[in-house]
Nanobody
Framework: QVQLVESGGGLVQAGGSLRLSCAAS????????IGWFRQAPGKEREFVMA????????YYADSVKGRFTISRDNSKNTVYLQMNSLKPEDTALYYC???????????????????WGQGTQVTVSS
């Protein structure tokens, strides 16, 4: 089983950038698809981006297309979320999670993920 810890959040002005990290422990990280989700106050958790276990494919929500990128370094047991051109509507608590079944393609459904981290807050001011 994998354990995940997010970091890198903070307060940034609109148009700025942040890089979030998702550090993992556990033997199964390198075989796990990893997703980033976010939840704003009063809203449901939503999918942001995901990456396959080997980094070969990435998936994104339309709301972050062209602005966010996801990558991973399995030698460091870390997945990164690079966020550029941030907007106030990107303000949320950002979570990473490991997909339960690594034998299927990446899912955008939070119910298909487990081992959630505690989240890191991203606040974008206008």
């Amino acid at each position: 089983q994998v354990q995940l810890v997010e970091s890198g959040g903070g307060l940034v002005q609109a148009g700025g950038s942040l890089r979030l990290s998702c550090a993992a422990s556990g033997r199964t990280f390198s075989r796990s698809n990893i997703g980033w989700f976010r939840q704003a106050p009063g809203k449901e958790r939503e999918f942001v981006m995901a990456i396959t276990w080997n980094g070969g494919r990435t998936y994104y929500a339309d709301s972050v297309k062209g602005r966010f990128t996801i990558s991973r370094d399995n030698s460091k047991n870390t997945v990164y979320l690079q966020m550029n051109s941030l907007k106030p509507e990107d303000t949320a608590l950002y979570y990473c999670a490991a997909q339960k079944d690594a034998t299927v393609d990446v899912s955008a459904r939070s119910a298909d993920f487990a081992s959630w981290g505690q989240g890191t807050q991203v606040t974008v001011s206008s």
